[in-house]
């Protein structure tokens, strides 16, 4: 377990890289070789890459995420990050996105409207 001074380091490390990651346009065409450099270079932070993002069950990466010590927060924006990333070709992270949402709104034992409505928007499309 970390200590409240690290907690909060680790903290702030990970609200820069999901700011980082959320700060990328995605637009509807393949990524620039740049661009895919970004992202390798920001989930590397996780652990993961693109490759591995498509590899893993959904499971697996939120457990992954869970020792990176993402909190609720931290798992939704990552969660917006992967719908983000789903409008480009050839990623479809909606399923992800998905089981992650779901897992924030039943561990962490409060509703969350806005949870919950990315949830059924999810399952609309």
Same mark, same amino acid.
């Given at each position: 377990?970390? %200590?409240?001074?690290? @907690?909060? &380091?680790?903290?702030? @490390?990970?609200?820069?890289?999901?700011?980082? +990651?959320?700060?990328?346009?995605? =637009?509807?065409?393949?990524?620039?070789?740049?661009? /895919?450099?970004?992202?390798? $270079?920001? +989930? /590397?932070?996780?652990?993961? $890459?693109?490759?591995? *993002? =498509?590899?893993?069950?959904?499971? &697996? +990466?939120?457990?992954?995420?869970?020792?990176?010590? *993402?909190?609720? $927060? !931290? *798992?939704?924006?990552?969660?917006?990050? *992967?719908?983000?990333?789903?409008?480009? &070709? $050839?990623?479809?992270?909606?399923?992800?996105?998905?089981?992650?949402?779901?897992?924030?709104? !039943?561990?962490?034992? =409060?509703?969350?409207?806005?949870?919950?409505?990315?949830?059924?928007?999810?399952? %609309?499309?």
């Amino acid at each position: 377990m970390l %200590n409240k001074g690290l @907690r909060d &380091e680790e903290s702030i @490390r990970i609200d820069n890289v999901l700011k980082t +990651l959320r700060s990328l346009d995605f =637009v509807p065409h393949p990524l620039t070789d740049d661009t /895919k450099l970004d992202i390798e $270079n920001q +989930l /590397k932070e996780f652990g993961l $890459n693109i490759q591995t *993002l =498509v590899d893993y069950q959904n499971e &697996e +990466l939120i457990t992954l995420l869970i020792r990176c010590h *993402l909190d609720f $927060n !931290q *798992l939704e924006q990552f969660a917006d990050f *992967l719908i983000d990333f789903s409008h480009v &070709e $050839n990623y479809n992270f909606k399923n992800k996105a998905l089981a992650i949402y779901q897992y924030i709104q !039943q561990e962490s034992k =409060v509703f969350s409207f806005g949870i919950n409505t990315k949830i059924n928007s999810l399952k %609309n499309k």
